[in-house]
């Protein structure tokens, strides 16, 4: 079960009058070792008890979600083309992101 369909479950039981153990034992029920923890369940309840309307995740500050930019595949690129022998970890030093990051972008991005 998707992790937005699972709150709109615990706010619409708990809308209902349910207690957070009450759904959790009926969402164990339901879907076995699939369920989400109590632990998680409690704290979403306990969201909507101070009146939170939303299912969906905040938006956090921090660090972007890719780093895929167009400037950062044309310097891998460019550092590909200079030397053809160069490893991921090379080149993530030197462009400063992750090795992953930079596998990600050899393959999906450059095609390589």
């Given at each position: 079960m998707e992790k937005v369909s699972e709150k709109?479950?615990?706010?619409?039981l708990h809308?209902?009058?349910?207690?957070s153990k009450d759904i959790h034992d009926d969402m164990v029920a339901t879907?076995?070792?699939?369920?989400i923890l109590y632990a998680t369940l409690k704290r979403?309840?306990?969201?909507?008890?101070?009146g939170r309307q939303s299912i969906e995740y905040d938006v956090r500050s921090g660090r972007p979600v890719t780093v895929a930019t167009k400037e950062m595949v044309n310097?891998?690129?460019t550092i590909?083309?200079?030397?053809?022998?160069?490893?991921?970890k090379y080149i993530a030093t030197t462009t400063a992101i992750s090795q992953e990051r930079v596998h990600s972008i050899l393959t999906k991005d450059i095609g390589y």
């Open positions: 709109a479950v615990i706010q619409y809308k209902q009058g349910l207690t879907l076995g070792n699939d369920a979403w309840v306990a969201e909507f008890k101070r310097k891998v690129h590909v083309m200079n030397d053809r022998r160069v490893t991921e």
